[in-house]
């Protein structure tokens, strides 16, 4: 028979796979591969820091049975944590923020572990922060395990042991370049130390979001005031015990639409469903690719799977909120069904034998300046308050008449398909546009609901 023992056997010996499409776009001519850390049983590049922190805590005695696992995590080492405490018995407790996605929340649960959600605004060393949360739970339950993946040696040495040597047999020593992003700086600092021992011409690259500290504090030692930022685990507000800024060459910093972009199209363009770290690394890696040549080869880590990211920036509507979706992707559907912060609208309209005065107050109370005039769902008209109210001053007996009598001409209308640069140009010489889905008038978008979207 041919099998595992436990779940666990299946961690690491993750394999390498080439880019093709997204290179040959870029006019690279180096090779470069993604390590394929999604494919653990965790799905993640924190499975092989899950079993080598508990590991380490049984031989030392910092874990007896029965224990509970207590730790701070963006989620995925959460996940690779509980993996092992679901096969040999423990308990967790995770301390996360509220920035972490509700897949990684439900996974976790499932695991059979449970979670305390910290505010992500939360100062590092305040008593709400997820890190003070994770030490003072742990120091307050008996018989419990705080591994501190900051800092616990067994981080980076999992990859010192596994991931470093796993790259450099299967490239035939041939890599030139590594990259990955810094978190707890495990990934970075373990494979880089065992890369640069085989060859030290291998420069080791980290990819840093834009708002964390990483990037200033290797160039200069200090570190400025963290901003926010959307991906999620990687990234800094202090420096770390476990990233050693020895170990890297160079880091380059990547905006959240560059990650979110380059991870959708990891997904669309070479099949790889991946997070929004693996977007961040990749997109480092296409920087430092574009200056090499074909005797270079680039890997950098896939951290984990897109599916983790359901909710989160593999989902257009959550995108097109965070004003960061491609616009070949806005279409009117997609604005007027998430429309008001995502809640479905109902096309507020009049018909032609309305009575004026209730249009009117129709308006008022929706606080709109416009409205189209429907009949049997389709456009017959257009009341814009502004000119209703000039005919008014001329003629007050118009409040009593039919809508029919003051209405203009119908607003423009397009296909729910039509796309953000067609509804553009109608809007450039009408107010409002009106959206039509097989023949019958769904929805309308108006000036300000494209300002929106490019805020
Ligand atoms: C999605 C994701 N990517 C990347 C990382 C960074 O890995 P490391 O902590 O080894 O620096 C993490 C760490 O939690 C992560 O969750």
Redesign the pocket.
């Known amino acids: 028979m041919k099998f595992y023992s436990d779940i666990l056997g299946l961690i690491g010996n993750t394999p390498l796979v080439k880019i093709n499409n997204l290179t040959a776009q870029h006019g690279i001519k180096a090779q470069v591969f993604g390590k394929m850390e999604s494919l653990n049983p965790g799905y993640?590049?924190?499975d092989r820091?899950g079993i080598s922190m508990i590991e380490c805590a049984e031989k030392e005695g910092t874990l007896k049975p029965g224990g509970t696992i207590i730790e701070a995590?963006?989620?995925?080492?959460g996940i690779g944590l509980a993996l092992v405490a679901a096969v040999k018995g423990y308990k967790c407790i995770f301390a996360l923020t509220d920035k972490v996605s509700i897949e990684k929340l439900r996974y976790l649960k499932s695991l059979g572990a449970d979670i305390v959600v910290c505010p992500a605004a939360a100062k590092h060393g305040t008593p709400d922060h997820y890190v003070e949360t994770a030490k003072r739970i742990a120091s307050e339950l008996p018989n419990s395990f705080y591994p501190d993946?900051y800092n616990h040696p067994a981080?980076p040495l999992a990859?010192y042991q596994k991931t470093g040597p796993e790259i450099w047999e299967d490239t035939d020593g041939r890599i030139t370049h590594f990259v990955?992003?810094?978190?707890?700086?495990?990934?970075?600092s373990g494979t880089g130390r065992y890369l640069k021992e085989k060859n030290p011409e291998i420069k080791i690259i980290g990819a840093d979001p834009y708002g964390s500290i990483f990037k200033s504090y290797k160039e200069t030692g200090r570190f400025p005031e963290a901003t926010p930022y959307l991906v999620?685990?990687?990234g800094q507000s202090l420096p770390v015990g476990?990233?050693d800024m020895k170990m890297v060459d160079e880091i380059i910093n990547i905006t959240d639409r560059e990650s979110f972009e380059l991870a959708r199209r990891l997904s669309r363009e070479e099949g790889i469903f991946c997070?929004?770290?693996?977007g961040t690394i990749f997109a480092a890696a296409l920087k430092v690719a574009k200056t090499l040549d074909e005797n270079d080869l680039v890997v950098f880590?896939v951290?984990?799977t897109g599916e983790h990211y359901l909710t989160k920036f593999h989902s257009d509507e959550w995108m097109k909120e965070k004003l960061l979706l491609e616009p070949q992707k806005i279409t009117a559907r997609l604005i007027t069904e998430t429309k008001n912060s995502g809640s479905p609208t109902e096309l507020i309209f009049v018909t032609p034998n309305e009575i004026v005065s209730n249009a009117l107050a129709k308006m008022n109370e929706n606080a709109i300046t416009q409205i189209p005039v429907l009949e049997d769902q389709k456009s017959v008209g257009s009341l814009r308050e502004s000119k209703v109210l000039t005919k008014l001053l001329e003629n007050r007996d118009l409040l009593d008449a039919k809508v029919s009598e003051v209405m203009e001409k119908s607003f423009p209308v397009l296909d729910v398909d039509a796309s953000f640069n067609e509804i553009k140009k109608v809007l450039q010489k009408s107010p409002a546009v009106l959206i039509e889905d097989f023949k019958r008038i769904t929805g309308i978008v108006t000036r300000s609901d494209v300002l929106d979207l490019q805020k």
């Open positions: 993640s590049v924190k820091i995590t963006s989620g995925n080492t993946q981080n990859h990955s992003s810094i978190g707890t700086g495990g990934t970075i999620e685990g990687i476990n990233a997070g929004g770290s693996t880590i951290c984990d």
